[in-house]
């Protein structure tokens, strides 16, 4: 089983409706985050989330939230999904202990809102 | 936020030939990480520089940390098209608060 597990894998939502994009990891780790690829555009942080009771923005939040219910799992919804936010995915783990450490990713989620 | 620069955007080349992708920066980091993602797969971690000047071997990859440590490189030599895929820098942007800034990528092919 993958270590930072993505649900769904891909999702088609009409423009308007609410959708959440689950994450769930078995690494242990405190330190969750949610990027958004685009293609020419690489990866930029959404949300990240240090421990439980921590959420933090990242540098394109607007049009999303998040919910830490657990270490282990770390939601992403779009409240009133919109063409534009048409894209893959990703959640992140990272283990705070070590320095310049990697972060563990899923394996994506590809969501289309028509 | 530390921007990364990523060049070229996209590369084609043939099996065997050697090429080198740059990520570059007008900030100074404490660490570069390169990434490698596969279509349908999230990143996944190649390396880790730390030092100025440092250089690391995976293989057929050799990483390079500029002196100043705000550029790296990444050369692959032989180049084989199990190596096709989408080459990402990333850096801390957040201090103590770790997060990871990602450069654009480098979408490489490697042809039979």
């Known amino acids: 089983d993958a270590d930072v597990t993505q649900t769904p894998r891909n999702r088609i939502t009409k423009t308007g409706k609410r959708i959440m994009l689950e994450c769930s990891q078995t690494k242990g780790h405190d330190r969750m985050y949610w990027y958004r690829q685009d293609p020419g555009l690489g990866l930029r942080l959404i949300y990240y989330s240090f421990d439980v009771k921590d959420i933090n923005k990242g540098e394109i939040s607007d049009g999303y939230s998040v919910s830490r219910q657990a270490q282990a799992k770390f939601s992403l919804s779009l409240e009133s999904a919109i063409p534009n936010q048409t894209a893959l995915y990703f959640c992140?783990?990272?283990?705070?202990?070590?320095?310049?450490?990697?972060?563990?990713f899923g394996q994506g989620t590809r969501l289309t809102v028509v | 936020t530390q921007l990364l620069e990523q060049s070229p955007q996209f590369l084609s080349i043939q099996e065997g030939e050697n090429l080198t992708v740059y990520c570059n920066s007008s900030?100074?980091?404490?660490?570069l990480q390169w990434y490698r993602q596969e279509p349908g797969e999230g990143p996944v971690l190649l390396v880790t520089v730390v030092t100025g000047g440092e250089v690391k071997k995976l293989k057929r990859l050799t990483f390079q940390f500029g002196d100043a440590r705000k550029d790296s490189s990444l050369h692959i030599t032989a180049a084989q098209p199990g190596d096709t895929g989408l080459y990402l820098c990333a850096a801390n942007s957040g201090g103590s608060n770790y997060k990871l800034t990602f450069g654009k990528g480098t979408l490489l092919t490697v042809n039979p």
């Open positions: 992140a783990t990272s283990d705070p202990g070590r320095p310049n450490t990697e972060a563990f």
């Open positions: 900030s100074v980091f404490s660490s």
